[in-house]
């Protein structure tokens, strides 16, 4: 059997806490009723982190995702979950609090990426 | 085989861990499954077709009891067993607490074999749940299981913390203040023995009640004291209520001001979205400041205190009998628990230890004295599974249908399927002759999955499996694009050329979109001005080779004309470009400083040639081939001479062609005309290709040459490595036979040399004199005069750090473009 490189990366908190900020300022900004180009700031300030923040290293660098709307099952160890109302099956997400980060590398052609936070999520049954 | 135990379990009642004492060190295993932590929640659930321990299990604790179930530590040792729904069984403290040790033996990554091992046990375990534990143990597999109690594990932590294996005689608190429980034990020791004298507890005390608290007796009521609610706390509690996911998301703020708390004096709970009766959206962040949080918990520590002063009292005890009180458990680091039972009973605590991990790193202390006391004939277990695996190696979808075929003994055995990113778990499920399972993927990444074949103690068995690997992205129904895609920008390098930078490259999925990509202009643009432009031109083709080798597939101008108000130089430009799957080109540009996109879709089958620009490009290339020529004869080079003057025909016809368009031409000549440009200007490429390769090379070698002359004399550890690494790859690149690629090393290594210079006294010496000689032509003077006698100060003090400060600060001062002027065709570049 061969192994499969297991890559663990410790990311500086503060990068962590930022990201969850930017994360923070995209949830209020989609709900702005007014038009607005915050949007194209945040998708800006995502293109550093994910260009920028490790340049001249093999790594690519940090994305997040927002997993809201998804479904969940107890297999997703990306989200920590707290299960709200009545029932267990047929789970969705239906708050993030902190999103799942990711940390993207270079291995010779192909790029691998690694969780760096998993997502803190709220699940609801969709049949309640 | 190591002679010694040296394993230690911290089988908890909320949460457990396992360490293992290495070489005079003890490390404390990660849980694999629960990215950043080293404790498994001791909670199990079961499935019809798994098992699942830790996290998972936890998060359906609470809403599924009657397939999950946690704190079955307290029932160890008695006859009661928990009836599990979902497989219409029941089981055993006993066989819960085997699961929970069996997962703790996957987070071993050492390659040891777990034969023997200490497990920690409460001080108030009487002798049948102290059995009860160590069948556990055996369930689980291990053949030889040592018990130590929590506390006097706690305690070996500490002495060996302090490198006092020979600790003073005498007696201390271990208290004890965890996630869901409370134990407080005084031990003792004597003659170099160490025992519990008296315990006491409380079951339901815990982190998770101060959370709880916080939410109920200080965010709610502050909610309704703004907002309009009639029965908030209800709405939010039950969980048929409206705001019961709400109360979810306060808790977990909660907790995370609970742990600000500890180290700051104020944090904030941000409560918002969702709507008051009203209707009005609430949206507000409470302070909660740590006198507030502790007069919230006093009540609950002063239970702990009185559970201490009845161990005194029972034990004829007073406070200066004892030599410290011992912090463990995570509730601890709350300094409201420390400082109040310091001041109420008098006894020093004592937080030196990490207080969520030394129960496991007291008991693998433990486990290295203690022998391993197994029969030599420990031969391993031979078996032979063989398995077949069938998956796409590429998918573009969500997840990706994985199965496989199992061929030898299967019977008692199980299997697990993980994501080398931590992002899935299957759990633990039953080893068929048939297995099938949708692997979730991560979009635009390589998923590797470990499947991992396991005994029925979860010891792992050896398989012919190979590891599963899944390309998100390029799928069978993905295109790939057959080249380069990239964008023409000015050459900052090359006054006056340009160059490209590539956007995706060759072989990418569709559809793509790029990030914004962002620019300084090197040009203002004059609101109503026809004459200012700027050009957007994206190409496909290598986007090592010349811009004007490449095709020509979306182009864009903005002009003067067609600005809202005029755009300063060195404001920004945000390009970002799409390509749909199928291939339309979408360029969206956006000025910054006007708030203004421009955004136009191109059809590769409509290509968009504006006459002027393909005019200009003629010409330029025109004169570069006579430039070209020129250069050859005047070398000698008459090999490239000649290639070159042949082209110098063809050349000539495509210019006059070109000449004769109108710029409302409606036929498909300029597309032919750029064609045949494009193929000249390859040509030109290829032909000159030798020598543009010998002179970036020249220039590499000397620009090395001062980087190791320069790192000899001042370089860091940090720059060596970097020079080394970019040395090591010189074949690589060389290899390209592209003068872009090599180009682009020698500029790291004049990034390492310009570093090195900055620090080198000089150096600063020489820029601050060139900037103090050049001060006159300052934007502010007076903050250019202030600078430049701080600097002559930095200078007559040594002080190189602040020298350098001060030379950017000059620096800025001078005006724009005085450096170096941007060569603008393009209005942007690198």
Redesign the interface.
Known sequence: ????K??SVKVPQAYLDFINQIFEIEKKANNLKEEN?IQ?NI??M??IM??EFFK?SSTIGLTYHNPLGEDYT?????C?????????ENLEI??V?KP?I?Y?YQ?SD?????????A?V?V?SKN? | MENTINFGIDLGTTNSAIAKFIKGEVIIFSNPQDYGRNTLPSVVSYKKDKIIVGNKAKEFLEKDPKSVVGVFKRKMGTAESFKIKSITESKTPIELSAQVLKELKTFVNTGDTLDAVVVTIPASFDTIQSNATKEAGIQAGFKQVVLLQEPIAASLAYANMKKEREMKDGQWLVYDLGGGTFDVALIQIKDGEMKVLDHEGDNFLGGADFDQMVVEKFVIPKICEEYNFTNLEDEMKSASGKFNAKYYVLLRRAEEAKITLSSKTSAEIVVDGFEDEDGNEVDMEITITRSEFNDLIKSNIDGTIEMIKQILTRNSLKPSDLQFNLMVGGSTYIPYVRSRVEEVLQIPVNCEIDPTTAVAVGAAYYAATKPKELEKSAEKKQTSISIKTSYNKASKEKDELFSARVTGKTDGLSYRITRQDGGFDSGLKKLTERISEDLPLVDGAFNFFSFVVYDSQNNIVETDIEPIGINSGFGISGQPIPEDICLEVDDYDNPGKTRLKPIFFKNSILPLRSQAISFPLNKGLIKGNDDDFIYINVLEGSHLALPEANKGIGFMEIRGTQIKRDIAKGSDIEITISISESRDITISVYLNMADQEFKQTFNPKERHTPVEFLKEQVEELSEKLDLEIEEATEKEDFETASALSKLKKEMESVSDETEGLTSDDVTDKRYQLEDKKRKIAQEIDSATKNKRIQQVKAHYFETKDECEKMLDENGNDHERKTFNDIVAQESAFFATNSPLKIQEKSDELHSIISRIRWRTPDFLVGIFKWCRDNQTRMNDQAQAKSLVDAGAFAIESRNWERLAEINSGLLNLLPRGAEKEATTRIGFGL
């Open positions: 059997m061969q192994d499969i297991k890559v180009s194209r998708n800006k995502k293109g994910e260009e001249g107890d297999t997703r160890t990306d920590e979950a707290t299960i709200s109302g009545t029932g267990v239906v708050e609090i799942i990711y993207s291995d192909k790029v691998m990426k690694v969780i760096v936070q998993p803190v709220i609801q309640s």
